[in-house]
T-cell receptor, first 117, second 113 residues
């Protein structure tokens, strides 16, 4: 079964603080992809990153960084020096190659991040 | 910049009304999706289309009827909805089925009275 768990329902930080959003996944697939999406109050899910299960290198993009660890089945997301505009719901998702629809996305329940000025 | 548009952005309808949600993607993708996002619930996949053929119908009530006339357009026809159908309906597209990145539209916020 494919499952994504985002244990943090809500996080509040003050601007300029660093914050890490946790994502733990379950899959029996040997090949899979992990994703992070941002959903601001406007509603649209904005794609942030896609990571192949064979690539465990951490990635940094500006203030964003991702830590992928297969040993703990985690794909955590860190925002450095957070800003008010980072306030949104963040979703982690998993896509495997089994199931009725190849590539189907399995989403976590999301983490609401609020950054206070 | 989003390549997926949805209209209308907001919709209020009575339980006896018939309405349609429209999604258009400008990315040249072959797969399109409808999702439902209710308050306090995870994203629910409703329908999947690949090359205009429906490949998944995720136990969705028949009061929701999808239509995909071509690979760029996707509709969701609504009739005799219930108040619990009030939600944000999101459309997405991807290059193909498989482990491709899905790109989402802004959604339609639906309120059923």
């Amino acid at each position: 079964a494919q499952k994504v768990t985002q244990a943090q329902t809500e996080i509040s930080v003050v601007e300029k603080e660093d914050v890490t959003l946790d994502c733990v996944y379950e899959t029996r697939d040997t090949t899979y992809y992990l994703f992070w999406y941002k959903q601001p109050p406007s509603g649209e899910l904005v794609f942030l990153i896609r990571r192949n299960s064979f690539d465990e290198q951490n990635e940094i993009s500006g203030r964003y960084s991702w830590n992928f660890q297969k040993s703990t089945s985690s794909f955590n997301f860190t925002i450095t020096a957070s800003q008010v505009v980072d306030s949104a719901v963040y979703f982690c998702a998993l896509s495997g190659n089994r199931g009725s629809t190849p590539g189907r996305l399995y989403f976590g329940r999301g983490t609401q991040l609020t950054v206070w000025p | 910049e989003t390549g997926v548009t949805q209209t209308p952005r907001h919709l209020v309808m009575g339980m006896t009304n018939k309405k349609s949600l429209k999604c258009e993607q400008h990315l040249g993708h072959n797969a399109m999706y409808w999702y439902k996002q209710s308050a306090k619930k995870p994203l629910e996949l409703m329908f999947v289309y690949s090359l205009e053929e429906r490949v998944e119908n995720n136990s969705v009530p028949s009061r929701f009827s999808p239509e995909c006339p071509n690979s760029s357009h996707l509709f969701l026809h609504l009739h005799t909805l219930q108040p619990e159908d009030s939600a944000l309906y999101l459309c997405a597209s991807s290059q193909d089925l498989g482990q491709e990145t899905q790109y989402f539209g802004p959604g339609t916020r639906l309120l059923v009275l």
